[in-house]
T-cell receptor, first 114, second 116 residues
Framework: NAGVTQTPKFQVLKTGQSMTLQCAQDMNHNSMYWYRQDPGMGLRLIYYSASEGTTDKGEVPNGYNVSRLNKREFSLRLESAAPSQTSVYFC?????????????FGPGTRLTVT | AQTVTQSQPEMSVQEAETVTLSCTYDTSENNYYLFWYKQPPSRQMILVIRQEAYKQQNATENRFSVNFQKAAKSFSLKISDSQLGDTAMYFCAFPPWGGTASKLTFGTGTRLQVTL
C-alpha cells in the first residue's frame, strides 16, 4: 500500500516552460488536493477535487490547472512557469463526503523556476 | 475568513522534557475539526492528532495531547517525554465544516528542536 505518490521529486524549469506534476493514491479516496509550501507561509491550497469529475479553486489557483484523470490520479499543470512558482508542491487525499476526514500527503515535489 | 495562527516560529526542548506548541484559530462555525501535522526533515507531512470541536474531552495519542479551549479558540499541542525524533516543523490545520471536501487551512508552523 503506497499511499499517495508524486512524480517527479525534483524539477528545475526555465521561465516560460510548462510541466505537469503527477499524483496518485491507492486508498480509494474520493477527494484529492494540491498545496504549495513556501518558507514562512505554511501550506496553501491551490486546487482540490471533492470527487471524481469535479475540480475547484483553492486559495492560490492563478497560473495552475488541474485534471482529475480518474479516482486515483490528480495532476497539476503549470502552463508557463514563473519564478514565483518556485516552491514545494504537495498532493494529498482524503475519504471525502460530508464528514471531515484527515488528509494523507505525498512526499512532495521541489520545483525551482529560474 | 477562517484563519489559523501559530505565534511561535521556533522552540527548543531538551530530551525527556515536555513542550507545548500554541495555535489559535478564528471561525464562525460551531462544529469543526482541528489537526496537528508534523513535518520532519524528510518533508513528509504526518498527522499527529485530531480534535473534534463538539467533544469536550481533549484528544491524546501516546505522548501527544491537546489542550482544546473552544471559547478561546485555542488548540495547543503538548509533547511529553520529548524524543530526538520529535524534531520537526509542526503545523496546526483547520478545515471548514460541511461541503464535500476537507480543505485545510494551515498555520505558518513552529520549528521544534529537541536537544540532548
Amino acid at each position: 500500500n503506497a499511499g499517495v505518490t508524486q512524480t517527479p521529486k525534483f524539477q528545475v524549469l526555465k521561465t516560460g516552460q510548462s510541466m505537469t506534476l503527477q499524483c496518485a493514491q491507492d486508498m480509494n479516496h474520493n477527494s484529492m488536493y494540491w498545496y504549495r509550501q513556501d518558507p514562512g507561509m505554511g501550506l496553501r491550497l491551490i486546487y482540490y477535487s471533492a470527487s471524481e469529475g469535479t475540480t475547484d479553486k483553492g486559495e492560490v489557483p492563478n497560473g495552475y490547472n488541474v485534471s482529475r484523470l480518474n479516482k486515483r490520479e490528480f495532476s497539476l499543470r503549470l502552463e508557463s512557469a514563473a519564478p514565483s512558482q518556485t516552491s514545494v508542491y504537495f498532493c494529498a487525499s482524503s475519504e471525502g463526503g460530508t464528514r471531515v476526514y484527515e488528509q494523507y500527503f505525498g512526499p512532495g515535489t521541489r520545483l525551482t523556476v529560474t | 475568513a477562517q484563519t489559523v495562527t501559530q505565534s511561535q516560529p521556533e522552540m527548543s526542548v531538551q530530551e525527556a522534557e515536555t513542550v507545548t506548541l500554541s495555535c489559535t484559530y478564528d471561525t464562525s462555525e460551531n462544529n469543526y475539526y482541528l489537526f496537528w501535522y508534523k513535518q520532519p526533515p524528510s518533508r513528509q507531512m504526518i498527522l499527529v492528532i485530531r480534535q473534534e470541536a463538539y467533544k469536550q474531552q481533549n484528544a491524546t495519542e501516546n505522548r501527544f495531547s491537546v489542550n482544546f479551549q473552544k471559547a478561546a479558540k485555542s488548540f495547543s499541542l503538548k509533547i511529553s517525554d520529548s524524543q530526538l525524533g520529535d524534531t520537526a516543523m509542526y503545523f496546526c490545520a483547520f478545515p471548514p465544516w460541511g461541503g464535500t471536501a476537507s480543505k485545510l487551512t494551515f498555520g505558518t508552523g513552529t520549528r521544534l528542536q529537541v536537544t540532548l
